[in-house]
């Protein structure tokens, strides 16, 4: 593969572009309200009249406003007659709406089906950076890809840059780790560069777990070789030259969509030997996982990977230096993954001209809860979270913010008090939550904030992988001491007992989940203490 | 005068211990009897107000410390260990069933106390299956057995099945060797240097 | 020969060289208490009993598996190091059906010892009291999962010792459970070969020779130990 046949690609790809695209989510939030047979609808309904030259019918990946779907857009002809605006955007669309779309779209005029409005903040307040794709290619075909620039920043690093280079701009950007802890990647890439180890290997973290978190998902689904992309040049600046995708079962949509995309990419050589001519050779294997929501930590990731029990050990030592089967591994996660490619076409200094200070770049979210636009957003770090949860998110119809949990059960409730807070890795952290994966849950005043702990609690508990004795048994009397309060059975005592059992298992814990498994009783303590004594009784009862 | 601040009893007054038998197999109780002679110098040092071995009805007023033997397994458990923690200075889990629940507590994988009964008296029955009927007889059950802390608060825990006699001589010792102190509630104080919850 | 010197609890001591935290305060006589963690075997921090305070660190460390480092300053034994010491032992006691007087390892027990010396004389949790299985299928031994502490002694010595790799971990959380072979009884795991170094290392009464009594099953460490010391110092006199 030269960059001459890269160009090529994409020029036959534009070249049969038709005037017309009507474009049909095909992520698994719209698949699931029956996405597909409208998909299958809109092809069928494209006439065979002569009509078919003008218009095309494409499956791209998430749209955003996922709680609207199945999602459609129609795109007119530039400079069309009527002028129709050119993009809309119809929700709710069933396969029985599909023959109205494409009629209205050939005519290029606006079909008589609710279409969302495309200049609200909802659209207008994103930053797509790692999204710019999603929703606008195809994810099963490479050639959309190439189209949109695809592995032109692979090509740039393997030929006009040093390894060194690359892994100094990862570094001058300020990328970081989109996991949810926020360790600068540049560093870490730089760890693993700098060790002596004869093989060395890049895994993508894609065991995605935090309730109502979908980002990693929707970025597989909707834009795969983005991640790949990523993964190669991460592997060229690094020295590997083998990676694995450790993605949950429970995706099955983004394991096909990475399966087709890895089987493609070594097609056309753009994984495999001697990428783009140049020494570097990268292989990409999915794992994929069981369920388990600790395999998402890394080190119980690389036992799973290595067939073992998906269990952590001790750090140190770090995957850096005694990874995967001993040898240095870099780990991270697929949106810091999917921030690589952009980073390198447009310069570290661009990247790092979005954002704060200390958090650069943009964040995706996956905004759900009782908010009125539930989906997929991408802001610039720094924006608050007033913006995301009133402007961007709409509010609550009908009610008011009580708290915003971020970050998942490692996370914490963020009160409405707090809500100008700048959404950045250490205001996060300030207030008791932290940034997370990306998972955003608003909350209104009919949540029981004691309640929303013990649910936390209660996954916590079932998702200890049970090797160390703080988080196995300590999660279980955590969660019963808060349905103990809860059931309006507990008294000042049993809180007592519950504040030290949080603190002890939050510092004696093994891993993260441990470690941070008592964030949400936390929290919620620090914000909402009264909603726990409310519940408090003066004496046991029901001995 | 106040029931939990024996200090502030008269200083001639005699200190008033108890002993209290609740689910247990009475061990504790037999171990305290194998101090043999010495109990004749423990009748010395103080007056023993309540005991399954001493014939008192009703457990008296102002008692100053209480060996609690076995947990807490029924109703009627449950009435006389409230009784005992209000009118008593020092409350002793005496033995493991008071400190753990121990044999007493292995029932407690029954989900109910009617699912144990049906197991014990009607699966497990050799002849004339049936669960006995006449409850105003036989204390109810409670749905879980429970050690006597988690049901009052407790003062200080003497571990054995059952207790070393030794061990309950030297701890009477160090209760009633400075009785004019209010040895009851020096037990009562922070253990481990932990705040009891 | 060089040495690690290094602080603990104030007192200047030498380590040998790769010493960990725990071997070097055993070294030098500073007991640090431990449940998972037994001689020979592999190091997996699981417990958090043997957790020390090293200045300059922000968290906790499992003293068996963090390497002694020169000027390392170490603290075993603070008041925030008990209180998490005794509530973890509390958690171990609530979590399934320890019943001490009736145990064949009663006396001969870490659990026990480790609360004894740690002064957990009660339990603040509620019991969890779970129904759980005994195996009794192997010929001279058994594994009663109510006395089991999940300290996978015995599934590391079966395979680094004994190389049998007979016993391994099923489920997650607190429904953890070792397992024989696939989750066979033990009596028909045809990998066992009946050397009984589970038997040994195990550090409660959870697998036991059959035909012991309550109280009288001690666990011969030193059979264990024989076989380590033999292939890692080439000592062959026990």
Redesign the interface.
């Known amino acids: 593969m030269e960059k001459s046949e890269l160009e090529a690609i994409a020029d036959k790809e534009r070249r049969a572009r038709k005037p017309v695209c009507v474009s049909c989510c095909t992520a698994a939030g719209c698949l699931s309200a029956n996405g597909g047979e409208v998909l299958e609808g809109l092809r069928a309904a494209v006439p065979a009249d002569g009509a078919d030259e003008r218009i095309e019918v494409r499956a791209v990946g998430c749209m955003k406003l996922c709680s609207r779907g199945p999602l459609v857009r129609t795109q007119g002809p530039a400079g069309g007659t009527e002028k129709p605006p050119d993009e809309i955007l119809y929700e709710r669309v069933a396969p029985a709406d599909t023959g109205a779309l494409i009629r209205a779209a050939v005519n290029n005029v606006r079909a008589e089906h609710p279409a969302i409005d495309l200049s609200q903040p909802f659209f207008t307040r994103q930053k797509p950076i790692v999204l710019e794709n999603c929703g606008r290619i195809e994810p099963e075909r490479i050639e959309s890809y190439i189209e949109a620039n695809g592995y032109r920043a692979l090509h740039l690093a393997l030929r006009e840059k040093a390894p060194a280079e690359v892994v100094k701009e990862i570094t001058r950007s300020g990328l970081r780790g989109r996991g949810g802890a926020g360790f600068p990647a540049g560093v870490k890439w730089a760890l693993v560069a700098k060790s002596p180890s004869e093989r060395k290997y890049v895994v993508c973290n894609a065991d995605e777990g935090d309730p109502g978190a979908f980002m990693d998902r929707s970025i597989l689904e909707s834009d795969p070789h983005r991640v790949l992309e990523g993964m190669a040049i991460a592997a060229y600046a690094v020295g590997a030259s083998q990676g694995y995708i450790y993605i949950r079962g429970e995706y099955p949509l983004a394991i096909n969509r990475l399966q087709s995309a890895i089987r493609t990419a070594r097609r056309l050589g753009l994984l495999g030997g001697r990428i783009f001519d140049s020494p570097f050779d990268f292989n990409v294997d999915l794992r994929i996982g069981a369920g388990?929501f600790?395999c998402g930590e890394e080190t119980a990731l690389m036992a799973s990977i290595e067939g073992k029990?998906g269990s952590p050990?001790?750090r140190p030592p770090y995957p850096a230096e005694h990874g995967l089967w001993g040898h240095s591994t870099l780990i991270n996660n697929v949106e810091t993954l999917a921030n690589v490619a952009p980073i390198l076409l447009h310069g570290a200094d661009w990247f790092a001209s979005v954002g704060t200070e200390k958090s650069k770049g943009t964040k995706v979210f996956a905004l759900a809860g009782k908010i009125a636009n539930t989906g997929l957003i991408e802001v610039p770090m720094g924006i608050s979270l007033r913006e995301i949860v009133e402007d961007i998110g709409g509010g609550i119809p009908g009610g008011r913010v009580k708290a915003v949990q971020t970050g998942g059960p490692s996370g914490g409730c963020i009160p409405a008090e707090h809500l100008d807070t700048p959404v950045d890795y250490e205001s996060l952290a300030s207030l008791g939550s932290i940034m997370g994966s990306g998972g955003m849950i608003v909350m209104d005043e009919s949540n029981n904030m004691v309640d929303v702990a013990r649910f936390f609690m209660e996954f916590c508990?079932?998702?200890?992988?049970?090797?160390?004795?703080?988080c196995?048994?300590?999660?279980?009397?955590m969660h019963?001491l808060l349905k103990k309060i809860c059931d309006g059975e507990a008294t000042a005592?049993?809180l007592?007992?519950l504040e030290?059992?949080c603190d002890?298992v939050k510092?004696?814990?093994?891993c993260g989940l441990g470690q941070t498994s008592p964030n949400p009783v936390l929290s919620t303590l620090r914000f909402f203490r009264h909603e726990y004594e409310n519940l408090l009784v003066a004496e046991?009862i029901g001995? | 005068m106040s029931t939990q601040d024996p200090a502030a009893a008269p200083a001639a007054r005699r200190p008033r211990i108890a002993t209290v038998w609740l689910a247990g197999c009475s061990g504790c109780h037999m171990s305290f009897l194998d101090l043999d002679e010495w109990l004749f110098e423990l009748s010395k040092l103080a007056d023993v107000v309540y005991s399954p071995v001493a014939d008192v009805k009703e457990y008296p007023e102002n008692v100053d410390a209480v060996l609690v033997e076995g947990a807490v397994a029924n109703v009627d458990n449950l009435e006389l260990i409230r009784k005992v923690r209000a009118r008593t200075g020092a409350v002793i889990a005496f033995g493991d069933c008071a400190i753990t629940g121990n044999v007493t507590a292995l029932r407690n994988r029954f989900v109910t106390p009617e699912e144990l009964l049906r197991h014990a008296y009607v699966e497990e029955a050799d002849f004339q299956p049936q669960v006995p009927g006449d409850r105003p007889l036989v204390p109810e059950l409670l749905p879980k057995v429970l050690p006597v802390h988690q049901v009052v608060k407790v003062d200080a825990f003497l571990h054995g099945c059952p207790p070393p006699p030794h061990e309950i001589r030297s701890l009477l010792e160090t209760l009633l060797g400075t009785p004019g102190e209010g040895a009851a509630a020096k037990m009562g104080k922070e253990e481990n240097g932990e705040p009891k919850t | 020969m060089k040495v690690t010197t290094l602080k603990i609890n104030g007192q200047l001591v030498s380590a040998s060289p790769g010493a960990t935290v725990l071997e070097a305060a055993r070294e030098n006589g500073v007991e640090i208490p431990t449940l998972c963690e037994l001689e020979g075997i592999s190091n997996v921090g699981a417990c958090r009993l043997c957790l020390v305070e090293i200045a300059g660190s922000p968290r906790l460390q499992p003293a068996c598996v963090t390497e002694a480092a020169e000027e390392m300053e170490v603290q075993t034994d603070t008041e925030r190091l008990k209180r998490y010491r005794r509530m973890t032992l509390e958690l171990l006691f609530a979590e399934r059906n320890h019943v001490c007087p009736v145990c064949v390892a009663n006396g001969h027990c870490e659990l026990q010892n480790r609360a004894r010396e740690n002064g957990m004389d009660h339990v603040r949790f509620p019991y969890q009291h779970p129904d759980l299985p005994v195996d009794i299928t192997h010929d001279r031994f058994g594994v009663d999962h109510n006395r089991c502490i999940l300290c996978t002694r015995c599934v590391r010595v079966c395979d680094e010792v004994e190389g049998a790799h007979t016993w391994d971990l099923s489920g997650r959380g607190t429904q953890s459970i070792v397992i024989t072979d696939l989750n066979q009884p033990w009596g028909e795991a045809d990998t066992c070969t009946t050397c009984g170094k589970c038997v040994e290392a195990c550090p409660t009464g959870a697998i036991f020779r059959k035909g012991s009594t309550v109280c009288e099953m001690e666990h011969r460490r030193d059979r264990i130990r024989f076989i380590t010391d033999a292939r890692k110092k080439q000592e062959w006199n026990p």
């Open positions: 388990a600790v029990r050990s001790p508990m079932d998702e200890s992988c049970g090797k160390c004795i703080p196995r048994a300590g999660t279980v009397q019963g005592d049993d007592a007992l030290n059992l002890m510092h004696t814990s093994l046991a001995t």
